[in-house]
């Protein structure tokens, strides 16, 4: 129990540290070294395999740090940064941009404002499966389908509420937080995305779009706004939005660029086992034979090999930032899960949770809780999944279940949660560029966010429990 009370209170510390901006990554690793130094002392755990020890059992402390970096560079570290490498590269040669675009004329034809609006919503979770990343599908949007929202009638904050919430459930190969959890569960991430994520994004996307039908239509009118004359005064809000962001138009590749994004996941699903298995296709090898096609693409489109050329250093410096700030947060993250084992906390809480007669499906909902409530507060998916999932294979064989089952809704809280904190990145960012606050936003995502944790649950025990 003195093991839980030390791990709580570091958890504290270091959840108030991240809320008070500090970089994730030092304050998880501090934090993680702290946990195993008084383990170290306490004599509570081991920090390395005995086969894996220096020999000096304070230098063990870093030989992890140094083994959990040498596992993740070469692995999963590599397939994040591929990914983020060549969603910067569909960015520079504005093929997500022709993406989106294309994507939303089908709902130019329709004129319902909030079934537009709802509709919207489905549109910008499929495309979040292509272009991985909350920001820049929200920024994508805000400058193709929020002027649209607004025409028809539907207010500022209604658009930016359900824009903010697109990608809220990191879904497809391309999404860190599911390599991470494939990875975690040891599945394929095809067969994750597929077999696992799939099923219970369908029932979870129709819960939002449903919600932030009526939510926003609610909202809307307890603040007096009028469709109508709303509709008539947009205008004036699109220049104001074309002068901020651009107009859509500007740089448009031609539209057969739109297929380019899509090229990885089809290279995936179809040289994996459930189409054809007699080839393997790596996520990585998918994103170099993407990035080689589109490079072809704008050699044809530029007819300028050294600019074509020397446009995959964009490639290569994504990779080096997706390196810095996501794949160090996942060792962070796994430094900071070692301490609370090394301490005894989780064994403390498993042997309690036993003991209390606590099956899977409660603690399912206590790990989903942590990990939503971590997320609200740190206004990341990221920071909060990558620091407990590590913790997920122990928990769920002890209460005798897969991993993969524990892992889902903790996957899915995460970046859920995230879309109700008025500190994240993409809620900033798209409210920003509506000019409207943070705080008004969440509290319009918090129905529907809310809806979508709830079902995420139900959704997992029905399928997989």
Same mark, same amino acid.
């Given at each position: 129990?003195?093991?839980?009370?030390?791990?709580?209170?570091?958890?504290?510390?270091?959840?108030?540290?991240?809320?008070?901006?500090?970089?994730?990554? /030092?304050?998880?690793?501090?934090? @993680?070294? #702290? =946990? $195993?130094?008084?383990?170290?002392? !306490?004599?509570?755990?081991?920090? &390395?395999?005995?086969?894996?020890?220096?020999?000096?059992?304070?230098?063990?402390?870093?030989?992890?740090?140094?083994?959990?970096?040498?596992?993740?560079?070469?692995?999963?570290?590599?397939?994040?940064?591929?990914?983020?490498?060549?969603?910067?590269?569909?960015?520079?040669?504005?093929?997500?941009?022709?993406?989106?675009?294309?994507?939303?004329?089908?709902?130019?034809?329709?004129?319902?404002?909030?079934?537009?609006?709802?509709?919207?919503?489905?549109?910008?979770?499929?495309?979040?499966?292509?272009? /991985?990343?909350?920001?820049?599908? @929200?920024? #994508? =949007? $805000?400058?193709?389908?929020?002027? !649209?929202?607004?025409?028809?009638? &539907?207010?500022?904050?209604?658009?930016?509420?359900?824009?903010?919430?697109?990608?809220?459930?990191?879904?497809?190969?391309?999404?860190?937080?599911?390599?991470?959890?494939?990875?975690?569960?040891?599945?394929?991430?095809?067969?994750?995305?597929?077999?696992?994520?799939?099923?219970?994004?369908?029932?979870?996307?129709?819960?939002?779009?449903?919600?932030?039908?009526?939510?926003?239509?609610?909202?809307?009118?307890?603040?007096?706004?009028?469709?109508?004359?709303?509709?008539?005064?947009?205008?004036?809000?699109?220049?104001?939005?074309?002068?901020?962001?651009?107009?859509?138009?500007?740089?448009?590749?031609?539209?057969?660029?739109?297929?380019?994004?899509?090229?990885?996941?089809?290279?995936?699903?179809?040289?994996?086992?459930?189409?054809?298995?007699?080839?393997?296709?790596?996520?990585?090898?998918?994103?170099?034979?993407?990035?080689?096609?589109?490079?072809?693409?704008?050699?044809?489109?530029?007819?300028?090999?050294?600019?074509?050329?020397?446009?995959?250093?964009?490639?290569?410096?994504?990779?080096?930032?997706?390196?810095?700030?996501?794949?160090?947060?996942?060792?962070?993250?796994?430094?900071?899960?070692?301490?609370?084992?090394?301490?005894?906390?989780?064994?403390?809480?498993?042997?309690?949770?036993?003991?209390?007669?606590?099956?899977?499906?409660?603690?399912?909902?206590?790990?989903?809780?942590?990990?939503?409530?971590?997320?609200?507060?740190?206004?990341?998916?990221?920071?909060?999944?990558?620091?407990?999932?590590?913790?997920?294979?122990?928990?769920?064989?002890?209460?005798?279940?897969?991993?993969?089952?524990?892992?889902?809704?903790?996957?899915?809280?995460?970046?859920?949660?995230?879309?109700?904190?008025?500190?994240?990145?993409?809620?900033?960012?798209?409210?920003?560029?509506?000019?409207?606050?943070?705080?008004?936003?969440?509290?319009?995502?918090?129905?529907?966010?809310?809806?979508?944790?709830?079902?995420?649950?139900?959704?997992?025990?029905?399928?997989?429990?």
């Amino acid at each position: 129990m003195f093991g839980v009370i030390i791990a709580l209170v570091i958890t504290g510390f270091v959840a108030r540290l991240i809320l008070k901006k500090y970089k994730p990554q /030092p304050v998880l690793m501090m934090g @993680g070294m #702290l =946990l $195993m130094s008084l383990a170290i002392i !306490l004599g509570t755990g081991e920090i &390395v395999a005995e086969d894996s020890s220096t020999g000096f059992i304070w230098f063990d402390i870093f030989e992890f740090m140094k083994n959990t970096f040498s596992n993740r560079a070469g692995g999963l570290g590599l397939i994040i940064i591929s990914v983020a490498g060549f969603a910067r590269y569909m960015d520079h040669t504005g093929a997500s941009k022709a993406l989106v675009s294309l994507t939303i004329k089908p709902l130019q034809a329709l004129n319902k404002p909030y079934l537009v609006l709802a509709l919207g919503y489905i549109v910008g979770q499929i495309l979040n499966i292509f272009v /991985p990343s909350a920001s820049g599908v @929200g920024l #994508l =949007l $805000m400058v193709t389908m929020y002027p !649209l929202l607004i025409s028809l009638g &539907v207010s500022k904050l209604a658009a930016t509420a359900m824009i903010g919430t697109t990608a809220c459930m990191d879904l497809g190969p391309a999404s860190g937080n599911a390599n991470l959890a494939a990875a975690t569960a040891e599945l394929d991430v095809a067969i994750y995305f597929a077999q696992y994520q799939v099923p219970v994004a369908i029932a979870v996307a129709i819960t939002i779009a449903v919600l932030h039908y009526f939510t926003q239509k609610r909202f809307d009118q307890k603040a007096g706004h009028d469709a109508l004359q709303a509709a008539a005064a947009a205008k004036e809000e699109v220049e104001r939005l074309r002068k901020h962001e651009g107009t859509v138009e500007e740089d448009m590749p031609p539209m057969i660029y739109a297929i380019l994004p899509l090229i990885p996941l089809v290279l995936i699903f179809t040289f994996s086992s459930m189409v054809i298995d007699t080839i393997n296709m790596h996520v990585v090898t998918a994103m170099l034979i993407s990035l080689f096609i589109s490079m072809v693409f704008e050699f044809i489109r530029h007819k300028n090999a050294e600019s074509v050329l020397s446009s995959i250093m964009v490639f290569f410096d994504a990779m080096g930032t997706s390196f810095a700030r996501v794949v160090t947060l996942i060792i962070a993250g796994e430094t900071f899960a070692r301490g609370l084992t090394s301490i005894g906390a989780i064994d403390t809480v498993i042997n309690a949770s036993q003991d209390a007669g606590f099956g899977p499906v409660l603690m399912i909902l206590i790990m989903t809780a942590i990990i939503a409530a971590s997320a609200v507060v740190m206004g990341s998916g990221n920071a909060p999944f990558f620091a407990f999932a590590a913790l997920a294979p122990d928990v769920s064989t002890q209460v005798g279940i897969p991993a993969v089952v524990m892992l889902l809704p903790m996957q899915f809280a995460a970046s859920i949660a995230r879309s109700v904190s008025p500190i994240t990145a993409v809620i900033v960012a798209v409210a920003g560029v509506s000019d409207v606050n943070p705080v008004d936003v969440v509290k319009r995502t918090a129905v529907p966010m809310a809806g979508a944790l709830i079902v995420t649950i139900i959704m997992n025990f029905i399928l997989f429990l």
